[in-house]
């Protein structure tokens, strides 16, 4: 997983941290941006093994400050099928890994960008297989607190130079603060 900044951002990053498969970056601001890259184990390792990516991922999540700006991305190796909330998937059933990611976003009241965008099937795939076969396993998510601030989230063609069987997923997300009315008032 890439994480790339700008000069701003890497000004504003305030700490960064591993545990196993899982990098957390914090920037200051008000409110704090809390950045989340992750890579689960694949849908065919030990179920205990998923279990336990995705307590430590819930329990990182949950450690978080409830105002944070929270936006996890990664491989999930899951395949969410199209259900009410999954509007927008390349995929019409939901696997194990899947499974297991539907229950992580509803605990922990994300919602996944990747599935909230209306885009054609060519902007849904994320991976390709061995066998030239496509399918969607990485996702973007934000808590649902700051949903009105992402404003798209699609795949695009991955650069030659990088070789990789995914492709770069990008979100656009634009903070916007309303101001106090009271306080507009007062100052009249």
Request: glycine letters at 4%; proline letters at 3%; a positive charge.
């Amino acid at each position: 997983m890439w994480l790339l900044l700008s000069p701003k951002a890497k000004a504003a990053l305030s700490n960064i941290e591993k545990i196993n498969r899982i990098i957390v970056a914090s920037f200051a601001g008000n409110p704090i941006a809390t950045v989340i890259s992750c890579y689960s184990p694949t849908n065919v390792s030990d179920e205990e093994d998923v279990t336990n990516f995705y307590r430590e991922l819930s329990n990182l999540n949950r450690s978080l400050p409830k105002h944070n700006i929270v936006i996890i991305a990664g491989d999930f190796n899951a395949h969410l099928g199209s259900q009410e909330h999954n509007k927008f998937t390349s995929h019409e059933t939901t696997n194990r890994n899947g499974g297991h990611l539907e229950d992580f976003i509803s605990e922990n009241k994300l919602q996944c960008l990747n599935t909230k965008f209306q885009k054609k099937k060519g902007k849904l795939w994320t991976h390709t297989h061995p066998n030239g076969s496509k399918s969607q396993i990485d996702f973007i998510m934000i808590n649902k607190k700051w949903i009105n601030s992402a404003h798209n989230c699609e795949a695009y063609n991955t650069f030659e130079a990088v070789y990789s069987d995914h492709r770069i997923i990008t979100a656009t997300i634009k903070i916007s603060f309303r101001a106090n009315k009271k306080l507009n008032k007062q100052s009249k």
